[in-house]
């Protein structure tokens, strides 16, 4: 298949470029002009420099886009400023605001939902018959019990799973009137070895290797990590599929404490070093119990690969 992917030098999307390309698929990567030093070495065919603000204008003629790839001039695919056309999927993972306090910033996440209308522009324009979009476990907010798609109502706390939220459905029904496939992966907790981690087990792995002591939380709600190569395995069933359409919940399915999944993570780099649970106070309102039901993704035929004892000892 021909396929093209937002987003494409953050964590997720460089790992899904990999696995696309691998499996056989042809890759075209939209990036921001500020990231094009990043996407120099994306396993992809083809590179397009792009600002988000200007998604819709991806199949305009005479543009003044700059295409380019690690070895473009060996493997050059199509001309130069020549519009993206006959393609089948649309990956949309590029997203402002996904942490800090960008994450609660009304003006960053409502940008998001425009966005999210150039992209099924831009897919619709490209010829696509199906557009993925990138989901979050935060749009459910605080769910005490097992999550299901169809029956779980969202609740989300903050405006970036509320921006969510709104994309999903949002972009549901302008993708039925565009006349294509709307896919909208959920995606848990995503791990694996990255620089800059700001995610808990980053910071642990971080903290422990520095000779110190990791403060965390109770960490006594339920988390699922789903290890990298799963997650784009998962992907990209949701691509190839045919029958694949609407909500999935992208997550491993393993599902503990919080607190056991620190503990093995010190047992993997620094047995018997003490961690502080307890030293930062959490708000209960706002900590999330991750314990998705994946049977959807399963009959896809995805089945998790990679446990977090495998997995840990990557980061």
Not at 271 to 294: S, V, Y
Request: glycine share 10%; proline share 4%.
């Amino acid at each position: 298949m021909r396929i093209i992917v937002t987003g494409a030098t953050g964590f997720l999307g460089r790992a899904l470029c990999r696995e696309l390309t691998e499996n056989g698929h042809e890759v075209t990567a939209i990036v921001r002009p500020e990231s094009a030093e990043k996407a120099k070495d994306l396993d992809v065919s083809r590179v397009i420099e792009l600002p988000l603000e200007e998604l819709d204008s991806l199949t305009e003629q005479g543009d003044n886009r700059k295409t380019e790839s690690h070895d473009f001039r060996k493997r050059s695919k199509t001309r130069l400023g020549e519009p993206p056309k006959d393609y089948d999927v649309f990956f949309h993972l590029a997203w402002n605001g996904s942490g800090g306090e960008a994450r609660n910033d009304y003006g960053v996440q409502l940008g998001n939902l425009r966005y999210m209308e150039k992209a099924l522009k831009a897919a619709k324009g490209c010829g696509c018959k199906k557009f993925i979009g990138a989901g979050s476990q935060a749009e459910y907010g605080v769910v005490h019990g097992q999550a299901a798609e169809d029956t779980t109502v969202p609740n989300p706390f903050m405006m970036y799973g509320a921006a969510k939220l709104a994309c999903l459905h949002m972009g549901r029904v302008l993708a039925e009137q565009l006349g294509i496939t709307f896919v909208w992966p959920r995606i848990y907790s995503v791990y694996g070895p990255r620089e800059d981690d700001p995610t808990v087990l980053g910071y642990v792995a971080r903290t422990l290797r520095e000779g110190k002591e990791p403060e965390l939380g109770t960490c006594g709600n339920l988390w699922d990590f789903l290890f990298i190569s799963d997650f784009t395995r998962a992907m990209r069933l949701l691509a190839e599929k045919r029958e694949a359409e609407g909500v999935y919940h992208v997550a491993s399915g393993e599902v503990r404490k919080l607190r056991e999944f620190v503990e093995l993570e010190r047992d993997a780099i620094k047995p018997g070093t003490g961690l502080k649970f307890g030293a930062r106070e959490t708000d209960e309102r706002r900590t999330f119990w991750l314990e998705p039901e994946i049977s959807r993704l399963k009959g896809l035929g995805f089945q998790c690969k990679v446990s977090f004892e495998q997995g840990i000892r990557e980061i």
